[in-house]
């Protein structure tokens, strides 16, 4: 079926057609018997993993940067997905770059984005993740609390897909005052999600990539591991935190990231964020600024994966990223070492059965 949508997606401005989609996956997974039919479409037997104290009915994850905000969580969970990570959220609204800011490269299955976190803000995501966050007049007014602040959550639970959020510093937030973003942003997205992510790897944020060096990585990870054992017990729950790296380090600078990651105590990292690099490419928008993604970027991450995995010798579990369009691409991450694998571009080119074809395949 998606290949008979799929050319009129492809003449819709990328932009614009994502926010299509999204939209409709907003739609249909915010009425029960729309989300119903679609669970059993995309219905898989499950392959559960443990990775970071928790079970994952699948290792296949929608990578961040899809829901921008959580407005499509039961949408996308219904489409099969072992975890949906949200995000990138900033704690403080704001657009990202100018448009145009998307680019297809359809001749290479591949896609430049320099979005640069357009974000609603930690405030709109945690009213999408707890509407009874809103209940503040009709309690004032009545007297009566409408619903418990769990039943979103729960809700999303009973689908079966892990929540993960995705964190990001606010575009203007210089990097010596970053730590209070990404600590603000732990306090407050402690109590929703399953696991949390901090991305200080996006190539479309002037100089957040710097933050991936390992004197500012080890000071930004130890503040939010003080501040991940004060939420545990707030909340009474395990709270794994993730880092994920971007494809353009080094052996040397990887090495350094890693053993940042390991000495703070975080609990994974992903690999990889999207790449500066144009090696290979044919299309006429290669010349775009902002970070590949895609099939292009399939070599670069496994060769990143490959070295974590051996750096890392099992001490944190890995989620791989970047470059998966394929069932093959998937099986190959986690035969290399990866226990989880995330999926973004693949599902522009092959559409939402990707991770019933994934699943069947592994």
């Known amino acids: 079926m998606y290949n008979s949508i799929r050319p009129y997606l492809f003449r819709l401005d990328p932009e614009h057609a994502h926010a299509l989609t999204l939209h409709a996956l907003r739609i249909t997974g915010n009425f029960a018997p729309s989300r119903w039919i679609m669970e059993q479409l995309f219905k898989s037997p499950p392959k559960p993993v443990e990775a970071f104290g928790l079970t994952f009915r699948n290792p296949v994850g929608i990578a961040a940067g899809y829901d921008k905000d959580g407005v499509a969580i039961r949408g996308l969970a219904a489409l099969g997905f072992g975890h949906v990570e949200i995000g990138t959220v900033t704690p403080r609204p ?29 405030e709109f995501m945690q009213l999408k993740l707890n509407p009874s966050l809103r209940s503040g007049l009709f309690e004032r007014i009545y007297g009566i609390q409408p619903r418990n602040q769990k039943r979103f959550i729960n809700s999303i639970h009973r689908g079966g897909a892990m929540l993960g959020i995705n964190l990001g510093k606010n575009k203007d937030t210089s990097n010596e005052e970053a730590v209070f973003d990404y600590v603000s942003l732990v306090d407050v997205f402690s109590k929703y999600a399953d696991y949390l992510t901090i ?38 729950k395990n709270l794994p935190i993730l880092v994920k ?32 690099a144009r090696d290979g490419l044919r299309s006429n928008l290669r010349g775009e600024t902002g970070g590949l993604s ?69």
């Open 94 to 122: 704001q657009p990202g770059n100018p448009s145009p800011r998307v680019f297809r490269l359809v001749e290479d299955e591949a896609v430049i984005n320099r979005m640069g976190f357009p974000s609603k803000g930690s």
């Open 199 to 236: 991305n200080i790897s996006s190539p479309n944020t002037a100089g957040l990539r710097e933050l991936q060096g390992r004197a500012a990585l080890e000071n930004l990870l130890s503040h939010l591991h003080q501040q991940r054992l004060v939420s545990q017990k707030l909340h009474e």
């Open 245 to 276: 790296l971007a494809p353009d380090l080094s052996e040397a600078e990887l090495d350094d990231a890693i053993e940042a990651i390991l000495r703070t105590k975080m609990d994974g990292v992903i690999v990889t964020n999207t790449t500066l």
């Open 294 to 362: 895609g099939s292009p970027l399939k070599g670069r991450s496994e060769a990143v994966l490959h070295q974590t995995v051996k750096r890392v010798n099992g001490e944190i579990p890995i989620v791989s990223a970047g470059g998966i369009m394929t069932p093959q691409d998937a099986k190959r991450r986690l035969d290399m070492g990866a226990a989880l694998v995330q999926v973004y571009t693949g599902l522009i080119y092959r559409g939402p059965g990707l991770v019933k074809e994934i699943l069947r395949h592994i």
